[in-house]
């Protein structure tokens, strides 16, 4: 424990006022990797007011947990999410404060609703992230009252947030809003000196508000939805060196992040992000980059990004890998999902927003030849593994299927010796059961000794989890459960390769550090944004899947993560906004949660009730 820590862990003397909150006997983490111990807490006045070896007196005060055998951690941070439409309509982001997230980053992948308009938006936002593109443009319709990044912020806080948020401003936001949709997305066409200094200044403004930074993508299988520039790639993908030069250097001087998404068919575009960090005579360029992934299809990659990263931070860069600390798993409905964009065959169906014409081109022979030599194509980067053989039928109408790859069915619907073509089999049961079937299979982070080096690696950040995206498709909202379940078993082992106040630090401490927010830490004097968690429950059960309705969504069923007896209690500028297994009265109803502007210390958000702490219907 700190020296400061030992100062101000006194029990609140008799003349002080109650605490508010008292959390007893848990297993307290700062935040910082320092020692754990056995401690209580006092919160008033949304601070932690007192860490104490011995009981603190509980006279008066309103709330105290039992916490014997449990611990109390700082909420944990989300560097990597696409809430920014789900925030407008439920600002209580409940699936992932529930699992012990205060604080979330929005505007990732180039893309934020800080600018662009309602349908603008839902061509953004509604291929690339899943998100169905008609809620989108409603939602954003519905609730979007700002015109500039400043009225954004004052809009989001106007809102019951639960979590904290910070936010980067999107590349393909600033230059829709500052070109058009349709002339961000024409190779041929550049900006404008008028339209340049205009994207600067939106992003000045924004920095002057206090977001993080910007967010960039160059990966071309990020595609537009709607029909005037359907299956486009992102605005930010058309940007030259002239605009981002611009744009990368006002980041710099302002020393604010790059969030950046390379083009992983071009491995130079990799090397160029991170040669770009390089400060040499002026400072770096703080640089996060997507991502640092244990790729089935290419597994020696994860090696050349981890010695990337440490020869140009050696060079002066401030460089850093987003890595996602679980088994990189994905569902699909059918044939809906983002990584058959990566290929012309697969990107030509997701093109066909029609369901009668995506199922004349899928039966269509010459189409199936292209689709089977893409396929069999295994040269060259990519994310999918491309092989039908690892891919689990996992619901269908027809139960025979069920539990079986799509390479097994392509042999039992064969004749001896000549099995039906894996994509053959796959397309072929697309046809017969459209979304109905349902299938996953594992892209990545598959290598448990892989996961565990990149979760030792001082350049990579922990996170990526795209919550409140691809909703049907993956569900990572328990990521950091996931990790700290991964270090508790390998200590208790005896093989481990993290502390448990280490791996805390990687979740929490960190990473509010290195964007320079006012979070991540639970010491006397930080706003009490904190979770308990029992360790018992770290379990198996964090790699199930459940299913919930988006009700502003149009009831669409959302994968989840279901870890109740894991996190029994959440804590968010001091109010308890989760408790045993249900949200309480303030969760969605009052505001808790603030934006957090970079280099800004944040109050607690001050209750406008007295509302109880008993949980409310879920």
């Known amino acids: 424990m700190t020296e400061h820590s030992h100062a101000a862990s006194a029990a609140a003397s008799p003349a002080e006022p109650p605490f508010d909150v008292v959390i007893r006997g848990a297993r307290w983490f700062d935040g910082t990797g320092g020692p754990s111990a056995v401690r209580d807490l ?49 600002p209580s982001l409940a699936e992932s404060v529930r699992h012990g997230v205060t604080t979330i980053f929005l505007g990732s992948c180039s893309l934020s609703t800080v600018h662009v308009g309602p349908v603008d938006a839902g061509d953004l936002f509604g291929r690339v992230e899943a998100i169905p593109r008609e809620h989108v443009i409603r ?21 019951p947030l639960g979590p904290h948020l910070a936010a980067f401003v999107g590349h393909s936001d600033l230059r829709t809003a500052t070109m058009g949709l349709d002339r961000a997305t024409r190779p041929e066409v550049r900006p404008s000196r008028a339209e340049q200094s205009r994207m600067e200044g939106l992003l000045e403004e924004a920095l002057d508000a206090g977001f993080l930074g910007m967010s960039a993508q160059q990966l071309l299988f990020d595609k537009l939805d709607g029909d005037t520039c359907r299956s486009r790639t992102l605005p930010s993908t058309y940007a030259k060196g002239r605009e981002m030069r611009a744009l990368r250097d006002l980041l710099r001087r302002r020393g604010r992040a790059l969030q950046a998404g390379p083009d992983a068919t071009h491995p130079h575009t990799i090397v160029l992000a991170a040669l770009q960090s390089i400060g040499r005579r002026r400072a770096p360029l703080r640089t996060s980059l997507l991502s640092a992934a244990d790729i ?26 987003q890595h996602l600390p679980v088994p990189f798993e994905v569902y699909a409905d059918g044939i809906d999902l983002v990584i058959f964009e990566e290929f012309g065959s697969g990107a030509a169906a997701l093109h066909l927003a029609e369901k009668v014409a995506r199922d004349d081109l899928l039966r ?35 139960a025979s299927v069920i539990g079986k790859s799509f390479g ?106 290195w964007y320079g927010i006012d979070a991540g830490h639970l010491r006397v004097g930080d706003r009490a944004d904190l979770f308990v968690l029992d360790p018992a429950a770290l379990d198996d059960s964090l790699e199930a899947y459940a299913e919930e309705p988006v009700e502003i969504y149009g009831g669409l069923r959302r994968m989840v993560n279901r870890n109740d007896a894991a996190v029994p209690h959440v804590l968010v500028s001091g109010r308890e906004v989760w408790c045993e297994g249900a949200p309480t009265e303030v969760l969605g109803h009052e505001r808790t949660g603030a934006f957090l502007r970079v280099g800004e210390p944040t109050a ?14 879920v």
């Open 42 to 90: 006092g919160v008033r006045e949304g601070r932690v007011a007192a860490i104490s070896p011995t009981p603190l007196d509980v006279a008066g005060c309103p709330r105290v947990i039992e916490a014997a055998g449990r611990w109390v951690l700082p909420g944990m941070v989300d560097i990597h999410t696409h809430y920014d439409v789900e925030v407008l309509a439920e």
């Open 139 to 159: 939602t954003v319709g519905e609730h979007q009252t700002w015109s500039s990044a400043h009225e954004y912020v004052e809009a989001l806080e106007d809102r």
């Open 296 to 321: 089935k299809a290419i597994p020696f990659v994860i090696h050349l990004m981890r010695a990337l990263a440490g020869t140009v931070n050696r060079l002066g860069a401030d460089f850093r890998w």
């Open 364 to 398: 269509d022979p010459e189409y199936r030849a292209r689709f089977r030599k893409d396929y069999e194509s295994k040269y060259g980067p990519r994310v999918w593994h491309r092989d039908f053989f690892d891919a689990e039928i996992v619901e269908c109408p027809d």
């Open 408 to 513: 097994q069915v392509g042999v039992e619907r064969g004749e001896p010796g000549s099995p039906v073509h894996p994509v053959d089999a796959f397309l072929d049961l697309v046809l017969e059961h459209g979304t109905a079937l349902r299938w996953r299979t594992t892209i990545s982070n598959h290598r448990p000794r892989v996961l565990r080096q990149m979760a030792r690696s001082s350049t990579v950040q922990m996170g990526f989890s795209d919550a409140g995206a691809h909703l049907r498709n993956m569900s990572f909202y328990n990521f950091g459960l996931r990790l700290l379940a991964h270090v508790l078993r390998a200590e208790r082992a005896g093989r481990p390769f993290l502390t448990c106040e280490q791996a805390v630090h990687r979740l929490t401490g960190e990473l509010a550090d």
């Open 604 to 617: 607690p958000v001050a209750p406008t009730s007295t509302a109880a702490v008993t949980p409310a219907a």
